[in-house]
């Protein structure tokens, strides 16, 4: 590449990343702002008088520190019971032979296909007939439903690209099909598990619909709810939005820049693999 093409290719990327970053540094930014700062026309980049005190209000004067707990539970136990599932389920996919295997997959992406509005009814009625509405337990088996789908076909690619060589192998020397997955499959398969991970984690954090329908109560609200709290029927405290965006944001941004190579690899390999 000559060195105009590839000036040109970084100040292309320079500019993805701007328009990627933009909206997260201008939450950052307005999250320091006083109120009547963040309705100055033209925008001011920098603030003026930078507070804190955004944060001081969603930290100790709403209930924001409880949704935030709310949210770890609910998403930790859904990605963890979906992650449970949806291993099982591939690596059947994956290994075995039966009849009706490519329809009952086919099957599975339909859960995936129907629009949230059409579930929404049948959920309820299901969750109020079990006494799981406002409770943590429905909460994490709707989301467990909904990522459930996704995760069992993108692990069901990766787990086919494995040799099966190697599981034979172990047989041969004495090993149970439980070993084989737990021993040899599950370490090869680490970048896979953890993009179906990092993929239903950030889904049902951000999940917004099925939490306002099924978490009437404070206990077992979730942080997108919790932040239409901050609106009222005259105004909105933008300031308090801000942070409590930048607040539920954090966890998010941790878990990919901890997790970034093997997300990357194993989105990488769903989709390239089968």
């Known amino acids: 590449m000559t060195a105009r093409g590839l000036a040109a290719t970084y100040a292309f990327a320079a500019i993805v990343v701007i328009v990627c970053l933009f909206p997260f540094l201008w939450m950052v930014i307005s999250s320091i702002k006083v109120l009547t700062e963040l309705y100055t026309i033209p925008p001011t980049w920098i603030p003026e008088a930078p507070t804190l005190g955004n944060y001081a209000t969603v930290l100790f004067e709403s209930n924001i520190p409880r949704y935030f707990l709310n949210s770890i539970v609910i998403s930790v136990g859904s990605t963890a019971l979906a992650l449970f599932l949806a291993v099982f389920a591939s690596y059947g996919f994956a290994r075995f032979q039966f009849r009706g295997k490519t329809y009952y997959q086919s099957f599975i992406l339909v859960g995936q296909l129907l629009p949230t509005a059409a579930i929404i009814v049948p959920l309820f ?150």
Not at 222 to 248: Q, R, Y
Request: with cysteine.
């Open 125 to 274: 009625v299901t969750l109020r007939y079990l006494d799981l509405v406002n409770t943590y337990l429905g909460l994490i088996l709707v989301y467990m439903i909904v990522t459930l789908p996704l995760s069992v076909w993108m692990l069901t690619s990766y787990f086919k690209a494995i040799p099966r060589e190697l599981e034979e192998a172990a047989i041969i020397d004495g090993a149970s099909r439980i070993g084989v997955l737990f021993h040899i499959t599950l370490p090869l398969s680490v970048p896979g598990i953890v993009a179906v991970m990092v993929y239903a984690f950030v889904t049902t954090w951000n999940e917004f619909i099925f939490a306002l329908c099924f978490a009437n109560d404070s206990s077992v609200k979730t942080l997108p709810i919790g932040l239409a709290e901050f609106t009222t029927e005259f105004n909105t405290d933008w300031g308090a939005v801000m942070a409590a965006s930048v607040i539920m944001t954090v966890p998010i941004a941790i878990l990919f820049l901890s997790m970034q190579k093997y997300f990357v690899g194993g989105m990488m390999a769903g989709a390239t693999k089968g």
